[in-house]
């Protein structure tokens, strides 16, 4: 793992991170909900999703589409 961001903390010390690793010789983006453990150490958990790197263009494209009609909506202005 290369660097991990966090983007959103939640209660108890859980937040969601993104992150690049590696299993079996592919590469894949994860958003994936991590945990402090007893040790004060953080772990991933199972909660989240690992996409395949080339399927990043993708998932950019849907943010793109989704978030202006989201904004919209959570705005009152239009709705589809």
Request: aromatic share 6%.
């Amino acid at each position: 793992m290369e660097e991990r961001i966090t983007i959103h903390e939640k209660a108890r010390g859980e937040t969601i991170n993104v992150y690049i690793g590696e299993y079996r010789g592919t590469k894949y983006l994860h958003i994936r909900e991590w945990y402090m453990d007893k040790d004060q150490e953080e772990k991933p958990t199972k909660k989240g999703v690992a996409l395949p790197i080339e399927k990043i263009e993708a998932l950019k494209e849907a943010i793109d589409r989704l978030v202006p009609q989201s904004s919209k909506e959570s705005s009152g202005k239009e709705k589809a």
